[in-house]
Each structure stands twice: as structure tokens, then as C-alpha cells.
């Protein structure tokens, strides 16, 4: 964001960008738990998935390209006016701070991380490890700088704006109430799951269902709606795979064709949404709204309007076999029965918590009968 600020691109430009990108390989990542929870929950190969997605991810990509090559013209530097802006940046970092190898270190971690699949928390714990390390042994700084910029954030006092903006920004205390509100959201797109309000939603919807591409309509329309209602795309994902699986099957159609929609919607719409999480994670790490960074997060929406117009074209969709009906037809079936047993085995605690009430209820019934006056 710093750096396309010192170009003069405006922000919302530089932050839609980033967010395609940022999305873009994540549904592509086998690290990442967004496409293995859509796997996980409509039941395909992880792999098989990626594979199966590139037939319309790629349209949408060179789609993306040209228009970002588009709107990338207006703004490209031109002349001396462009280049004096980056010959700016790099000789006021030169001169205020230590260019040294080993300040890759923190990025050689990231890459360490996703090849030892390192979990998340202890992954970001070593990182800023690693770069207060670096601040205190490489650029001078003392224990207390490095406690500082952790906790607060890092200031810039180059005296230089451009460099000041790219370097000013971090600390825990930046997150705070970003992370406050996540925890509104999640707690209030549970309690909608919980209820079962969604789901009610969701089988009026499959009701008006006639055809192929109006399922995939019906599916990307779901995920949207979802992710507007439940705040949470991980919410929205397991609604939505577990509702339409059976629908995709009764019109034989293979699951891939579920997981490309939750591939190309349903984690990829979510940041779109300024009240989603992922939406209020953007706007906490980047300063700008969803709402002015939406129209340039190309790889976020063109998707979406890709498959169903492929889906109403019958290109690139999947069928199933007859034996693989027959074995998705099994798996559904096993998988009711086992929520029906959960259902029963639910019921009867819920039973036995109020008996259990009622009997510990009984002594005080009694006494109050015993002590009223005749």
C-alpha cells in the first residue's frame, strides 16, 4: 500500500489489487484451510478440485490481466516524474536504515512455514521473532524499540511522506478492535447456523430449481447472501456444500461442479463485504473500505459471473458416471443416517438434562407445598 502510494496510485486501486491476488492464491494453495474445508465438506480430492477449477479460474484471470493492464496505464510513472518518485523511496530507505541479507531472513520464514506446515500462531510468533531480531542486531535498535513496534506499531521519521506512509503501520494495539469485531461476527453468524434459520433459507431456494445453470445461480446467490447474513465465509461454505451436495448429485451432476462455486464465490466474495470478517480483516490491514476497493478486486467477482454463464452454457461441466452416482447416492444416505443418529442421540441428552431438573427441581416443589398455609 506504501508503495503504490508513493507512485501516486490511489489507494483503493493498490488494495483491490492485493485482495485478488491474495485470493486468487489462496483457493489454489494445498496449505490453505479455505479449499480444503470445501473438499472436506462436499467430499472430493483436494487435487482433483484445483484441477477442476482452473477451466473457468483461468478465463477470469486474463479477464483480470487486461483489465488491470487497463486501469495499470493511467497510473504507470511516466517520464522523469515517475522515476524521481521511486529514486526518492530507495534513497531515503538507503540512507536511514542498514540494507543487509539478512533482513530476508523474516520472508525465508514465511516460505519455511508453508513447507514445514508450520500452524499459524507459532508461525507468526517465530516471524516477529525473527524481525525484532533483525531490528535490534541489524539496524541497531534496542529491546525496547523492538517491545514497542510489537506492541504500539512502527513510526517513520525519515521526514520523507511517501516513506514515512509505506513504514508507519503495525503493532498488536492496531488489531485490537479489528479483532473485537471478528469475534462479533463469528458469535453472530454461530448463532444463526445453530438455530437452523440459514438452512430454512436455503431449502426454499433448491425448491425453484429446474436446471443445471440455475442450480449453479441458485448456489453462487446462496453464497453471497450468506456471506452477507451469517458474516463468515467458513460459515457460509459449510451451509451451503452440505444443503445443495444432495441437488448436485439427484441432477448428476459431480461435486467438483459444488466446490468450484465455494472455490469462486463463496470465499472469494467474502472480502467484498464491509461487515463480513473478511471484510473487516481488510479494512483493519490495508486503511481502505470494501466499498471503494470492490470495483478493482477483479479475481473477486468476475468468477462468479464466469461460472454461471458457463453453467448455463454447459461448458466445462462435470457428470457424474453411473457408478459414480451410485457411490455419492451411498455416501449421502450414510451420511443422514448419521445425522439422524445425532439427532436421536441429541434428543435423548435433551431429555435427560430435563429429567435431571425436574428431579433436582422436586425437593424445593415440595417444601414450598409443606409451607403454604391451608
Known amino acids: 500500500m506504501g508503495i503504490g502510494e508513493g507512485l501516486g496510485i490511489p489507494a483503493p486501486i493498490t488494495a483491490g489489487i492485493v485482495v485478488s491476488a491474495g485470493y486468487f492464491g489462496d483457493k489454489f494453495s494445498p496449505l490453505s484451510d479455505t479449499p480444503n474445508l470445501h473438499c472436506a465438506i462436499v467430499g472430493v480430492n483436494l487435487f482433483d478440485n484445483f484441477k477442476f477449477i482452473l477451466k473457468t479460474t ?15 496505464m ?45 500452524p499459524a500462531i507459532p508461525g507468526i510468533f517465530l516471524m516477529a521473532l525473527v524481525g525484532s531480531l ?36 503495525g503493532g498488536m494495539e492496531s488489531v485490537l478492535g479489528t479483532a473485537s469485531l471478528i469475534f462479533c461476527a463469528i458469535s453472530y453468524g454461530g448463532i444463526l447456523e445453530a438455530t437452523g434459520v440459514l438452512r430454512v433459507l436455503i431449502q426454499k431456494v433448491l425448491k425453484i430449481v429446474k436446471r443445471d445453470g440455475t442450480l449453479v ?27 445443495f451436495k444432495k441437488a448436485y448429485v439427484k441432477r448428476g451432476l459431480h461435486p ?45 467477482w468476475i468468477p462468479s459471473i464466469v461460472i454461471v454463464v458457463f453453467a448455463y452454457l454447459n461448458i466445462g461441466m462435470k457428470r457424474l458416471t453411473p457408478e459414480e ?17 445425532s439427532l436421536f442421540i441429541l434428543r435423548q441428552g435433551l431429555w435427560c438434562q430435563r429429567l435431571i431438573l425436574g428431579i433436582s427441581f422436586l425437593p424445593f416443589l415440595i417444601r414450598r407445598i409443606c409451607t403454604v398455609p391451608l
Request: charged share 10%; hydrophobic share 50%.
Open 74 to 118: 493511467k497510473y504507470a510513472p511516466r517520464g522523469e516524474t515517475g522515476m524521481n518518485s521511486i529514486e526518492i523511496i530507495t534513497s531515503t530507505l538507503d540512507a536511514n536504515f542498514v540494507i543487509h541479507p539478512l533482513l530476508i531472513l523474516p520472508i525465508l520464514m514465511v516460505v519455511g512455514m508453508i513447507f514445514f506446515k508450520i
Open 58 to 72: 483461468i478465463p477470469s484471470y486474463i479477464i483480470s490481466l487486461i483489465l488491470c493492464a487497463i486501469v495499470g
Open 256 to 300: 467438483l461442479n459444488l466446490t468450484k462455486c465455494l472455490a469462486e464465490c463463496a470465499a472469494i466474495s467474502s472480502p467484498l463485504i464491509p461487515w463480513n470478517t473478511c471484510g473487516i480483516v481488510m479494512v483493519g490491514m490495508l486503511g481502505v473500505s470494501p466499498v471503494e476497493y470492490a470495483p478493482y478486486t477483479f479475481l473477486c
Open 325 to 341: 452416482s451410485l457411490e455419492h447416492w451411498e455416501s449421502l444416505l450414510l451420511e443422514s443416517a448419521k445425522g439422524s443418529e
Open 217 to 243: 445461480l441458485s448456489t453462487v446467490v446462496s453464497c453471497i447472501v450468506l456471506n452477507m447474513i451469517a458474516v463468515d465465509n467458513y460459515v457460509t461454505a459449510v451451509i451451503t456444500g452440505s444443503m
Open 134 to 169: 533483525c531490528g535490534i542486531f541489524v539496524q541497531g535498535g534496542s529491546l525496547a524499540d523492538a517491545i514497542n513496534a510489537v506492541h504500539y506499531r512502527y513510526v517513520g521519521t525519515t521526514g520523507v511522506t511517501e516513506v514515512d506512509t509505506l513504514l508507519t503501520r
